[in-house]
Each structure stands twice: as structure tokens, then as C-alpha cells.
């Protein structure tokens, strides 16, 4: 099957280009001692993930509960969940998780880690437990090395826990700085920071100059604008791209795709336009609405004509996957595989 | 079973508040003589479009093929599908389809409608035809009355083909001129237009000063905060709205929930924010990645605690409904229905 028999949108997975990313990521990680553990929330299907590990990733990263036990049942058998996972509706799922692989959750607050014990006890294996801060990204984590003490503090006094180290996102410089007070502290207090792990795809950036052990990029395996965006890659490394077909000419600069929110997302975080289109990269897609894609075509030599195909690479590849039932891997322009995306959706 | 029996994130369904939705936006078509044929893409869910026929609805709107699809299997046998469906890869799709439902489909170009008429050739049954014209919108349909009647020339000269009439989305002042030119001209070359279909749920405001024949409401079933800005509707008419946990609260001011991109999106559309939180009116979601809300508490007299799960309704509950698998019903605070979103992410 080639890809002008699939009907659009539908979003189409370069494997050679993939590949690549997998390879480079590694190859980094490789030659400067850092662990690899792929964010699989980027691609949220077991086989890609099997692939990076393969690669020589170590185990893997999800963001919620229900991506792990997903993983799980395909598998992986060492996951960190890199989010504040917590409240009672989640005790048993998160004990049950814990029987079946090496599991380590994050925390941040005295109620993220009661409940991780209260989880571990009722599955009768310690659950291992990363301390999360922030480092300047201003989301999740405990602002002050202090707070990650008495943290570690907390988690050390449970049996059914297992202090396993500190976690931040991204991997920006002043980590440096944040880290060795930090070390520093804890040395003071007589604890082993076995693991600094730190996320994002911007990780090459900085991670080699830092003392971390752990590097969790995600979004690396596919790329996207916002990652060339940040310089991690270039238009010919993105491996995500979205055939969308030209519905609607209404004025001669004017026309519409059939890509909009619900294929490839209204998330910008600071880009103009709502992705690239490789055929006409002057195009601008000035605003979406659910299933039209406005591409403002003024500043082109051409104009397209209705039916024609195009191809989008899209703002930011994770929330695209999110919103499609399947992803299809081509090797040049033959389809070699259909994936469902088995993690889609999965919030809870 | 209970609302507080769910796990968080999760999207409720009022289904008192739904329900006189339903009957108000009907009774506001009955009194002025309009048939509504409410827009499915707002909840995609069969048994809710049945309730809308049941209360008078005539007929269904759908976006996309797959949506009407789905509709179809579900007993619907109305369907206008207001999406311009043209290439090859739909074409027995769109004639199998025709030989089960009463179908309409628009077009706005030649293209679009050459496609429908090999379609109908294929089906053999003449497909309903909407000419598509903008008056305002900048977004899909012809731009002039006479662009307008060259297409409507076109499908009358097919005899796979029936000129319907024509559509627009969504409905402002300026149709009215609009329509008397459309209707002079169409007039004068001896063309009937049976049906003038506009959409929106802010249809009320102007459609019975307007010459009309349907009206494709959608989001009026749920409402969100977009309609609040249209003046269409009150915080205590909305019947959707996301249980989300606080799951982090890193400073006194700065709190995270469990609703990002991945349950809310990042929909905007103007608004300030991504959402409202009932049980703090004043608190400002600032941000969101795909499952962090970042929000600012500093001008509420309280602090929620991390564990509390608070309410909030979405900018804009169209894309809502379509990151979910299931919409829970409840009355009051009892869960009276699961439904599936049969019709998510139905792009194609």
C-alpha cells in the first residue's frame, strides 16, 4: 500500500527518519553516561517503545497512570511516571502496577508521598519514589533543596517506599546551581541522591555539562517545529507529518485544509501558525477551527488546487498523537505499518 | 453510583441542564419557524442526537463523513453533512451512505461538486446538494451571490445531484443582504432555494429577523464559556464541566490540577484563561501542558488543598468531547449513564 491510498488527514510516521532520531538520542546519551528514559507520551505505542529500548534506552517515562498499564501489558518492565499521582480512586491501580514491574512516581507534596505509601504497603512492594523540583519551569516540584530534603525525609521513613532520587523538567542551566545545593544538603544529611533525572527533548543542551543521571526526552523520537524552534533539529529530521487535503479555494489567497483543531491541535506555545506545509513552505496557516485549517497563500509563487494533497509537519507532535486512533509507519512512500495509538487518551 | 466515585480528570454531563438546552433552543425554532437540525460534532454521542430529535429536532448536522457514518448506524436517517467531501478515497464511502440516509452535502466549488455527482452516479440516488456561501466568516463557502448561483447551475444540470438550496456558518446581520441579492438573482434565473440553513449556536440572536429555513445549532446542547462571551447563554447553563484534582500547589499562589491539553485543550479563541473553576471563581488558569493546569489562586481569599477536586467549565466543549472516549451523565450528583463518544476523532 502506498501512501496516496490512505484518505486524509491522517498522520504519517517517516520510520527511517524515526529511526535516526532513536539512534541519535541514544548515541548522545551513550557518550556522555547518561541513562536514556524515553517519555513515551510523544508516541503513546508500545512498539516505538520497544524500539528505543532495543536502541539501548532504559526503561521508559509516562506522564499518567494509565499510560503505565498500557506499557506494562505490553511488556516494560521499568517505568517511572513522572507525575503528582494521588487520591484514593488510584490506590489499587497504582499497587497492582507496582506488583507487575519496577515501578518509580514522583512526588512534590507530603499528601503525593503518603499516598505512594499507602499504595505501596497495599501492594506489599516498596514503590520507588523520585522527589520532583523545579528548576525555573514553574509547574510541579518543590521550589527549595529544603523542600526536596524534607521530602526525601518523608520518603525514607516509610517501609514501603524507596528513595530513589531527584527529578526536575526541562533541563535548563541554573539546574546546575539548584543541584549542587542541593547535593550539598543532603550530603549534609547523611542521603545518597542515587538518581537526577531530568526530561525534555532540549536535554543535549545542557545535560553533559550537569551531574544527572538520567535523561527522559520524549519528544526527540519524532521532532517537531517547536524542537527546531529550540535547535534540537531541522525541517528533514521530523519524522511526523500530517497529509491534509486542499476542500475549499474561496479567494485566491485563501484556502482551506482539511487539517484543523481536531487533527493537529490549537497548541502554538509562542509559534506563528499552526504547522509547516513542505510543498509550499511560504504558506502561512493563519487559524484552525475543528476541521479547517485557513492557509493564507499570498506570499506563494503558486496556488494549490482543490484536492490537492499537502504535507503539514505540525507545531508540537505529542498532542497530535493524542488526538488519532492510529499512526501509520512508511518507509519512503509504502506504508509498512498501522499502529494503533494504544496510550491515546488516557488522562486518568 | 457517585460523582465523587469517579476518578479525576473526568467530563460530566448535567443532564438536567442538557435537557432544557434542549427544549430551549428547540422552543426558540418552533416559535420562529425554523427547523433545527442540531450539529452532532458537539457531543458525537447517538443517544444525545436522539434525545434532540425527540424533542423536534429535524435531522442531524455532521462535520464529517465518519461522524454521519456513525449517525447513520445509530438510526439517523437525516443527515447534512456541512463539510466540503471531495477525492477519490471517499467516494464509495459518500455512495454507500447516500443509499441509506436522506443525505445532504455541501459544496463550494467544482470540484466539490463533480465529486458529488460521481458519488450519486455511483449510488444510484441522487444526492441533496448545499451550496456553501461566507458572509463574514472568511472561512469556506463561495464569496459572491453569483458564485453562488454557478454552482447551484452546475448541480441542477447533474441528474445525480438535487440543488437543496444554500448554507452559511454562522449567522450575522450582514446575511440578510446577503440573502436578497442571492435570492434576486436566483430568482431571476427561474432557481428555487427550498432550504437556507446557517449554523451557530448564537443563531438566536439574529435568525428569525432573517429569512431562514434551518438552523444547525451544536454547542447550545452543552454550552461553554465561549457562548457566555456570545451572550448566548449563563454559567448555570452549562452542562458540561471537567472534576479535576489538585494534584501540586508549589507556592501559595500557584496550584496545578489535573486537566491540561490532553482533557481540556488549549482552545482559546479570545478568552482569558482555559477555563472556570466554580469553586473559585477568581482563580486564573494560566497555562497548560498536556496534563498540567497552571493556576493562579493569589486573587481568591482561599487555597484549595492538594488532593481537592474542584469543577471546571471549558472555553469550548466541541474539542472537549472530542479528547474523550466516554461522557458520564448525571443528574444531580448521581450517575445516571457512561456514553461513549462513538463519534471522536472521526477526521476522515
Not at 491510498?5 to 527511517?16: F, Q
Not at 505505542?45 to 532504559?58: E, F, S, T, V
Not at 533543596?145 to 524534607?150: G, I, N, Y
Not at 526527540?220 to 475549499?248: H, P, Q, W
Request: proline letters at 4%; aromatic letters at 6%; hydrophobic letters at 40%.
Amino acid at each position: 500500500m502506498r501512501i496516496e491510498e490512505l484518505d486524509t488527514p491522517i498522520v504519517i510516521i517517516d520510520l527511517d527518519r524515526m529511526e535516526r532520531n532513536i539512534q541519535k538520542m541514544q548515541a548522545y546519551c551513550d557518550q556522555n553516561g547518561i541513562r536514556l528514559r524515553p517519555h513515551i507520551k510523544t508516541h503513546k505505542i508500545p512498539a516505538i517503545a520497544h524500539k528505543q529500548l532495543a536502541a539501548g534506552a532504559k526503561g521508559i517515562t509516562c506522564q499518567k497512570l494509565g499510560e503505565a498499564e498500557v506499557f506494562a501489558r505490553a511488556g516494560i518492565n521499568d517505568i517511572l511516571i513522572t507525575y503528582p499521582i494521588l487520591g484514593l480512586l488510584k490506590l489499587d491501580r497504582v499497587a497492582m502496577l507496582a506488583r507487575q514491574v519496577r515501578l518509580t512516581i514522583c512526588a512534590d507534596s507530603a499528601t503525593g508521598v503518603e499516598f505512594l505509601a499507602a499504595a505501596g504497603k497495599k501492594a506489599g512492594v516498596p514503590i520507588g519514589v523520585l522527589v520532583e523540583f523545579d528548576h525555573g519551569n514553574d509547574r510541579t516540584g518543590v521550589r527549595t533543596p529544603a523542600e526536596a530534603l524534607k521530602l526525601a525525609r518523608q520518603v525514607l521513613s516509610s517501609p514501603d517506599l524507596e528513595f530513589r532520587g531527584l527529578m526536575s523538567y526541562p533541563c535548563k542551566p541554573q539546574l546546575g546551581e539548584y543541584l549542587s545545593e542541593a547535593r550539598a544538603l543532603f550530603r549534609d544529611a547523611g542521603i545518597d541522591i542515587a538518581e537526577i533525572s531530568v526530561g525534555g527533548t532540549s536535554g543535549p543542551l545542557h545535560a553533559h555539562e550537569l551531574d544527572i543521571t538520567e535523561l527522559r526526552a520524549g519528544a526527540y523520537v519524532f521532532y517537531d517545529l517547536l524542537n527546531i524552534k529550540a535547535g534540537m533539529c531541522t525541517l528533514d529530521e521530523i519524522a511526523m507529518r500530517v497529509r491534509t487535503t486542499v476542500v475549499s479555494q474561496p479567494t485566491s489567497d485563501l484556502a482551506i485544509i482539511d487539517a484543523g483543531t481536531k487533527t493537529i491541535s490549537s497548541d502554538q506555545y509562542g509559534l506563528s501558525g499552526y504547522g509547516h506545509i513542505v510543498e509550499y513552505p511560504e504558506a502561512l496557516i493563519e487559524w484552525l477551527t475543528e476541521e479547517h485549517g485557513m492557509v493564507n497563500f499570498s506570499r506563494c509563487s503558486r496556488r494549490p488546487e482543490v484536492g490537492e494533497v499537502v504535507t503539514l509537519l505540525p507545531n508540537h507532535t505529542c498532542i497530535v498523537t493524542n488526538l488519532h486512533d492510529e499512526l501509520v509507519g512508511v518507509r519512503g512512500d509504502e506504508v509498512e505499518v498501522i499502529w494503533p495509538v494504544d496510550a491515546r487518551g488516557l488522562v486518568r
